[in-house]
């Protein structure tokens, strides 16, 4: 009941949670650790966004910056050349687009051309993005950098200690030497001496701590890797990139996240903070989900005070991101504690360390099936997103967990219209046809109505009717049968037919209980609804004023004299 009781506000849409939702994630990037390349060219992004969505996304996420281990920093006027023509792309396709940035020039441009989410790796730990994310209505994610949220945002509130584990006070105790040091403005050498004066006369680890800054071991063969050289630099005929190149003297250092991800990736799977042997096979979980809860809490909290409504704010604990295997490993066991906040929250594991570690997969392409595997422990643990890179395997995989695991019957409504053959006839047997696909009943029928035709005037009228259905079917599998449908009944849906001409049937699916969805292979809501008066008239047989309903739902629904394809008779019962 929580899950499902969640809504993420975004910009003009309202995502529900009655199942986990998509992010695709779609790196625009040269040196991504396991896609870098492969969309910098806009066109491909383009291209590989719209795939994504047809494939099963609800979000699509566009990152122009690789956040990778040992990443190389971006700046703002890169960044938004790369990305802005891809999200204002998508977001004409009807796509509910994120931009992954930490830089306030490059999210402020985003949302000018259509993105309705910002994902900030840093946490809204820059005042200027605080101050732009709440003068919008767009969606936030706010996410756990690791030391990131220590560095850019010194925590000013008394930690409590919650239990007596030697464990627990040892992190406790390292954690108050390092503020020590941090006050008497130790670095390096003289920082760890500090740490040691402090906590002397404690019991000693059995095996030395390394040092958070020691050499770095090699790190995982796809991360290591030299990034590719740059491409040119991509066209787009906007001022929203020129825009960028704003001063940012205010802002972080860029270099925080670049240091903490440089550490993280050398830390490989036996990093500082559990270097130490251990009783347990991993660290204590406690000082690790205060630190990552106590951080998250807090930003939605202060976001919140900001002005910011709480609707629009999901966490994401930052996998990879300042944190080794161990660590990322209890922070998923542990994401129902996250999720009790009452946010949505993000799963962001695909092909990362942690996935490594666990499946002994090295090359990170390769992490797919385990990624799945983590995605549905995190589900199970109450994540309302995740954020993948194989979008089409994992939404064959959670179709397929839904199906059995979470029954689930949504309501939908089809609309039906014909003008070739026996228009009733077509009508009557497309309804008894929608009957039998698996796991959908059609629980209400329209009358069927007469109606001018619309679009191309130059054809006979049409038969029309609604009905509605109950179903267990994604959205886009739902479709694909709709299409057996319309092709056993003789419609042509290849290219050599005209567009909006005569037809033997139309299944149109119009619309789903909390379903978004753009792109070319389906819109929900349809996007025709609120003008075509064949619709609009036959769904008042179905429910009460159905104009005041799609528009509550953010349709907006034209006049009865300003839409198309007119109705002009009854035809009989359906």
């Given at each position: 009941m929580a899950r499902d009781s969640k809504v993420w506000r975004c910009g003009k849409y309202e995502l529900k949670f009655d199942r986990p939702r998509i992010m695709g994630v779609?790196?625009?990037?040269?040196?991504?650790?396991?896609?870098?390349?492969?969309?910098?060219?806009?066109?491909?992004?383009?291209?590989?966004?719209?795939?994504?969505?047809?494939?099963?996304?609800?979000?699509?996420?566009?990152?122009?910056?690789?956040?990778?281990?040992?990443?190389?920093?971006?700046?703002?006027?890169?960044?938004?050349?790369?990305?802005?023509?891809?999200?204002?792309?998508?977001?004409?396709?009807?796509?509910?687009?994120?931009?992954?940035?930490?830089?306030?020039?490059?999210?402020?441009?985003?949302?000018?051309?259509?993105?309705?989410?910002?994902?900030?790796?840093?946490?809204?730990?820059?005042?200027?993005?605080?101050?732009?994310?709440?003068?919008?209505?767009?969606?936030?994610?706010?996410?756990?950098?690791?030391?990131?949220?220590?560095?850019?945002?010194?925590?000013?509130?008394?930690?409590?200690?919650?239990?007596?584990?030697?464990?627990?006070?040892?992190?406790?105790?390292a954690r108050e030497a390092e503020e020590a040091a941090r006050a008497l403005g130790a670095t390096g050498k003289s920082k760890r001496a500090a740490k040691a004066k402090l906590i002397s006369g404690m019991v000693q680890p059995l095996q030395p701590q390394l040092p958070f800054d020691a050499p770095a071991p090699a790190a995982d063969a796809e991360q290591a890797a030299p990034a590719p050289g740059a491409s040119a630099a991509v066209a787009f005929d906007a001022t929203d990139a020129d825009a960028v190149s704003a001063s940012v003297e205010d802002a972080p250092s860029s270099d925080d996240l670049a240091s903490v991800m440089a550490r993280s990736g050398a830390t490989a799977y036996n990093g500082s903070r559990s270097a130490q042997l251990r009783r347990f096979t991993l660290p204590d979980s406690a000082p690790i989900m205060r630190r990552?809860?106590?951080?998250?809490?807090?930003?939605?909290?202060?976001?919140?005070?900001a002005g910011v409504a709480r609707e629009r704010i999901c966490l994401d604990p930052g996998s990879g991101f300042g944190k080794e295997a161990n660590e990322d490993i209890v922070i998923?066991?542990?994401?129902?504690?996250?999720?009790?906040?009452?946010?949505?929250?993000?799963?962001?594991?695909?092909?990362?360390?942690?996935?490594?570690?666990?499946?002994?997969?090295?090359?990170?392409?390769?992490?797919?099936?385990?990624?799945?595997?983590?995605?549905?422990?995190?589900?199970?643990?109450?994540?309302?997103?995740?954020?993948?890179?194989?979008?089409?395997?994992?939404?064959?995989?959670?179709n397929g967990f839904w199906a059995i695991a979470r029954p689930q019957p949504r309501r939908a409504y089809v609309a039906l219209g014909s003008n070739e053959g026996d228009r009733l006839e077509n009508i009557r047997t497309a309804r008894d046809l929608i009957a039998q696909i698996p796991m959908t009943c059609v629980s209400s029928c329209s009358r069927i109505y007469e109606s001018e035709p619309a679009y191309e005037t130059d054809q006979d009228a049409f038969a029309n009717a609604v009905i509605e259905i109950k179903t267990e079917l994604a959205p886009l599998i739902l479709l694909d049968e709709l299409g057996k449908v319309e092709l056993q009944l003789g419609r042509d849906r290849s290219g050599k037919a005209k567009a909006n001409g005569p037809r033997p049937i139309d299944c149109?699916?119009?619309?789903?209980?909390?379903?978004?969805?753009?792109?070319?292979?389906?819109?929900?809501?349809?996007?025709?609804?609120?003008?075509?008066?064949?619709?609009?008239?036959?769904?008042?047989?179905?429910?009460?004023?159905?104009?005041?309903?799609?528009?509550?739902?953010?349709?907006?629904v034209k006049e009865p004299e300003d839409r198309v394809g007119h109705v002009v008779a009854e035809l009989g019962t359906l």
């Open positions: 779609l790196n625009v990037t040269p040196d991504s650790f396991s896609d870098g390349g492969e969309h910098l060219d806009t066109d491909a992004a383009i291209a590989h966004g719209l795939k994504m969505l047809d494939d099963g996304a609800d979000i699509i996420d566009v990152g122009g910056e690789s956040t990778r281990p040992s990443f190389t920093p971006v700046d703002p006027d890169t960044e938004a050349r790369r990305v802005l023509p891809v999200v204002q792309a998508l977001a004409k396709a009807g796509a509910v687009v994120s931009i992954d940035t930490r830089h306030v020039e490059v999210a402020k441009a985003a949302v000018r051309v259509g993105a309705s989410i910002v994902n900030d790796v840093t946490g809204f730990t820059d005042p200027r993005m605080v101050d732009f994310v709440k003068e919008s209505d767009c969606g936030l994610v706010v996410m756990h950098a690791g030391e990131v949220a220590d560095v850019e945002r010194p925590r000013t509130h008394t930690e409590v200690q919650l239990d007596t584990s030697a464990a627990a006070f040892m992190a406790q105790k990552v809860m106590g951080f998250l809490s807090d930003q939605a909290r202060a976001l919140i005070h998923q066991r542990e994401l129902g504690k996250i999720a009790s906040l009452g946010y949505p929250t993000l799963c962001a594991v695909s092909r990362k360390r942690l996935v490594g570690a666990i499946s002994g997969v090295a090359n990170a392409r390769e992490r797919d099936i385990a990624t799945f595997g983590v995605c549905l422990g995190a589900i199970e643990q109450g994540a309302n997103i995740v954020r993948v890179h194989n979008v089409a395997g994992f939404a064959q995989f959670l149109d699916l119009l619309w789903m209980d909390n379903e978004i969805h753009g792109g070319n292979k389906l819109r929900l809501p349809h996007p025709g609804l609120g003008e075509r008066d064949f619709v609009l008239v036959p769904l008042e047989d179905l429910m009460h004023n159905p104009a005041r309903f799609f528009r509550y739902e953010g349709i907006d």
